[in-house]
């Protein structure tokens, strides 16, 4: 268990063999909550921090249920045949106008430019991996060099199915029960849209100051 997600990205740092050059490297935050976990290890490295913007489509009747992901031109959801497809647009169309807030908000690009470079991507968790894994399949069209998935936490079951798309895989912990990212965490707080911003302002200021 972790403290906080500052706490889960300083422990995963330490986990992560760095052995690349650092004008290679891009850490990537999933919004909201990866980019704080991500934060600590783009401050540890030295490193840029970019934001892929994927949101997650969750159950109709349980929020906490993720039955696909949605990023700014794709989908990719568990079955199209199950759910109503008047609801499933809406729903699409809601998350998509959020991304496009984000975008606004964060002046950031909804998917990093990634071309040649090494991506560690990074999550405060792993549910049902449908967000992680349409940001590593919208990361991979991008042709980087490879691609690093870190997350603080990840079922047991998923494993296996994020190791055969990415180069490398991180995580703390891989419980074989598991109900909920939370479970996991001490303080897991929300993340708000300020505290994102902060961070980003923050290594952008870092950044600046190493040139």
């Known amino acids: 268990m972790v403290f906080n997600r500052a706490d889960a990205g300083r422990k995963l740092a330490d986990v992560i063999p760095f052995r690349w050059d650092k004008q290679d490297v891009i850490v990537?935050?999933?919004?909201?909550?990866?980019?704080?976990?991500?934060?600590?290890?783009?401050?540890k490295f030295e490193l840029p921090l970019e934001l892929i913007l994927v949101?997650?489509?969750?159950?109709?009747?349980?929020?906490?249920?993720?039955?696909g992901a949605v990023s700014a031109n794709s989908i990719l959801l568990e079955n199209k045949q199950d759910y109503d497809h008047h609801w499933l647009a809406l729903e699409i169309e809601r998350k998509r106008f959020r991304i496009g807030e984000m975008k606004e908000l964060f002046q950031v690009q909804p998917i990093p430019k990634v071309q040649h470079k090494i991506v560690i991507l990074?999550?405060?968790?792993?549910?049902?991996?449908?967000?992680?894994?349409?940001?590593i399949d919208l990361l991979r069209q991008q042709l980087p060099?490879?691609?690093?998935?870190?997350?603080?936490v990840c079922p047991k079951e998923l494993v296996s199915i994020i190791e055969t798309?990415?180069?490398?895989?991180?995580?703390?912990?891989?419980?074989?029960?598991?109900h909920s990212i939370g479970q996991f965490y001490q303080r897991f707080d929300q993340v708000e849209?300020?505290?994102?911003?902060?961070?980003?302002?923050?290594?952008?200021k870092a950044r600046h100051n190493r040139a």
Do not use: Q
């Not at 990074?122 to 940001?135: E, I, K, N, R």
């Open 145 to 152: 060099r490879e691609i690093i998935v870190a997350v603080p």
């Open 28 to 43: 990537v935050g999933i919004p909201r909550g990866g980019v704080v976990v991500a934060n600590e290890m783009a401050r």
């Open 55 to 67: 949101k997650k489509i969750a159950h109709p009747l349980n929020e906490e249920v993720a039955i």
């Open 165 to 178: 798309k990415v180069d490398a895989f991180y995580c703390l912990e891989i419980p074989s029960v598991f």
């Open 193 to 204: 849209d300020e505290e994102v911003n902060s961070i980003l302002d923050e290594n952008k």
């Open 122 to 135: 990074v999550d405060d968790g792993v549910a049902t991996g449908f967000t992680l894994l349409h940001a």
